[in-house]
C-alpha cells in the first residue's frame, strides 16, 4: 500500500513534498495510517484533533492516546475540547451538525494560525460508497452522486482510492495502533447502517463492487461537467442581469425540456432545491415568492424576479437623514453633495436644486402607499404607484427604490429617475446644490 500511495500522491498531489500538511486525526484506525504513510513520504506533517466529549473518559482516552503516540513520533500536535451537547441544544441542530461545524470552524482558526497549507482526512473508498448510497437514498442531483470530493478548498482526501480492508491490511502489517470509536457499530445511525448492513451484502454479491463504484463516480463526474457547461449556457441565454436583481422570462423557461430537471439545476445553486415549489411559482400570481437562505425569488407579471437576501438587507434602518453641511453619504447609498455655481452634467443619477427650497436633514428613505410628487417637466402631481407602472418598475425595483425628501417629508427625487419639479432651479435660484448618486 506504501508504494501505492506514494505513486498516488507523486500523481496528484506533488506539491505535498513542498507544504506545510496538518492532519485531522480521531485516532483512528484511517487517521493513523493516514499519518503512518505520510510520515514514510516525509511529508511535512502536524495533527489536530478535536475532542467532541461526546463519549465521557473514552473521548479523552483518544486524545492522550494521541498524545503520547504524537510525541514518541516528535509530530507537533494541537487539540481542543468541544461541548458539542451544549452547542447542539442552544442552536437547534442535531449532534452530528454541531460537531461538523465546530470542526470545521476550528480547523479555519488553526489554518490561520499555524499556517499549514493543506488538511488531509482520512476518508476511503468504503467512505465514499457510504456517501453515495445516503444521498441515493435521500433523493439527489447528479453532483450527490459524485461521491466524496477528492479536494475542496484546501481540505485534501489522499485516501479515497484505498479500501476499508486495504488499510487494515496495513494497519496489521506495520502494527500501527488505533482507538476503536465503539459507536462507530451501532446502526441506529444511518451511515452505520449502510456500513454495516447494507455494504457487506453488496460486496457478497460483487466482490468488485468498490471498482466498479470508482468506475462509475469517474462517469457521473465526466458527465456532471457537460451538464454544467450546458446549464451555464442556458442560464447566460435567459438569465437577464439589472443591478442587484436577475430577471427571468418565464416564456422561456417553460420551453426547457425536461422543465423540471433544469429548473433544479438552473435554481439550486441560489438554494431553491424543490421542483415542485419552483413548478407551482411560474403559473402563480404575480407577488407569489419563494425564499432560500440566500435569495428571494419572486413572480413579477411574465417574469421572476431573483435577488440576493444580502443585497436586500444592506439596512435594517428605513430611513437616513443628511445634515445641512454633509457632503457625502455612503449608506445606505453612495451620495455626493455640493455647492455649485452652474448646472453642467445632465444625467439622471444627478439633480441640481435649489438649496433655499430644502428643509434640512434631508431624508433618504423607501416608497409607500399614498406617495405623490410632482414629477420635473410636468404639470400636476403623480402618484408614485402610477409612475412606478409607467416606468415599468418591477416588484423588487419599487421595494429597493430610494427617496430624497424634505424633513417634511415631501418628496424632492426619485433617485436615480425623476426629481420634483417643485425643487427645480430657475433663474431666481440663489444657491445650487448638486446631488449626484454614484451607485448607478
Known sequence: MLEKFRTHIERKFPFFFESKIAIASSGGIDSMVLTHLCQQLEINICVLHCNFQLRGEESDRDKQFLQQYLEKEKIPFYATDFDTNTYAEKNKVSTQIAARELRYKWFEEQKKLLQFDYLLTGHHADDNLETFLINLTRGTGIDGLTGIPTMNNYIVRPMLPFSRDEIFQYALQKDIAWR?????????YLRNKIRHDVIPKLKEINPEVLQNFRKTVQNLKGASEIL?????????????????????????????YPLESFLFYLFSPYGFADTNDLILVLDAQSGKQLFSKTHRLLKDRNKLLLASLVAEQKSTTSVFFISEDEKELSSPIRLSIELIDKIEDESRQITYLDKEKLKFPLKLRKWQNGDYFYPFGMQGKKKLSKFFKDEKF????????????????????IVGKRPDNRFKVTDKTKQILKIECLDA
Open 394 to 413: 418591477s416588484l423588487l425595483s419599487k421595494e429597493n427604490q430610494w427617496l430624497l425628501c424634505n424633513a417634511d417629508d415631501v418628496i424632492i427625487w
Open 228 to 256: 454544467k457547461n450546458h446549464v451555464e449556457e442556458v442560464r447566460a441565454s435567459i438569465f437577464k442581469y439589472q443591478q442587484e436583481e436577475i430577471h427571468i422570462p418565464i416564456e422561456e423557461l417553460q420551453k426547457l
Open 180 to 188: 476503536e470509536d465503539e459507536s462507530n457499530a451501532e446502526t441506529k
